[in-house]
């Protein structure tokens, strides 16, 4: 079993949209999550982090996780063109400091 | 960007030829990371490094060797490339002694094995 599954999409919305992208994870004993964002030909870029549960707010994104559910989601509001990647979730906990990712959701925002 | 240089950042090599990449970071962290990145796969741990001269298997190891002499440094070996192994490259660092799980990203090198 995967540890992280994440939709790999692809996921195409207008300009403005509200988007939700998800993740389930199986290890309830890893509390880091992480979202990272990467362009075509790039690499990834951390985008959010928490730690355990509750949500976290970064401008017109805010990352969500729900341990009840396994369930770890990112929300984007007032989605641009420029938020047009691919979106890996991950998470991570232990002594080894290793992160699991999810294969990544293939975001296109249209103008 | 976290002060991370992949080299080289394309390659085309042979079966059988031997390949190594390097990463360098000038940011001075601990732990450093190489990973594989493949259509329907995402992101796989292949090894990593806690310290110079201390590394450990990731999930696909086979086929690989990694050496790190230099805090700076961390070099991944194909010993005899194969076609499996064409694939985009990615060196990760972080910093236990800051947040243990931020990782940051290089650019990432472009391995085609023919």
């Known amino acids: 079993q995967k540890e992280v599954e994440q939709d790999p999409g692809p996921l195409s919305v207008p300009e403005g949209a509200i988007v939700s992208l998800n993740c389930t994870y199986s290890n309830s004993a890893f509390q880091y999550f992480m979202w990272y964002r990467q362009y075509s030909r790039k690499g990834p870029e951390l985008l959010m982090y928490t730690y355990s549960s509750g949500n976290k707010e970064d401008g017109r994104f805010t990352a969500q996780v729900d341990k009840s559910s396994k369930y770890i989601s990112l929300f984007i509001r007032d989605s641009q063109p420029s938020d047009s990647a691919t979106y890996l979730c991950a998470n991570g906990g232990g002594s080894n400091y290793k992160l699991t990712f999810g294969k990544g959701t293939l975001l296109t925002v249209n103008p | ?114």
Not at chain 2, 23 to 29: A, D, G, I
Not at chain 2, 61 to 82: H, I, M, N, P
């Open chain 2, 1 to 114: 960007d976290a002060g991370i240089t992949q080299s080289p950042r394309h390659k085309v090599t042979e079966t059988g030829t031997p390949v190594t990449l390097r990463c360098h970071q000038t940011e001075n962290h601990r732990y450093m990371y190489w990973y594989r990145q493949d259509p329907g796969h995402g992101l796989r741990l292949i090894h990593y490094s806690y310290g110079v001269k201390d590394t450990d298997k990731g999930e696909v190891s086979d086929g690989y060797s990694v050496s790190r002499s230099k805090t700076e440094d961390f070099l991944l070996t194909l010993e005899s490339a194969t076609s499996s192994q064409t694939s985009v490259y990615f060196c990760a660092i972080s910093d236990p002694t800051v947040n243990s799980y931020e990782q940051y990203f290089g650019p990432g090198t472009r391995l085609t094995v023919t």
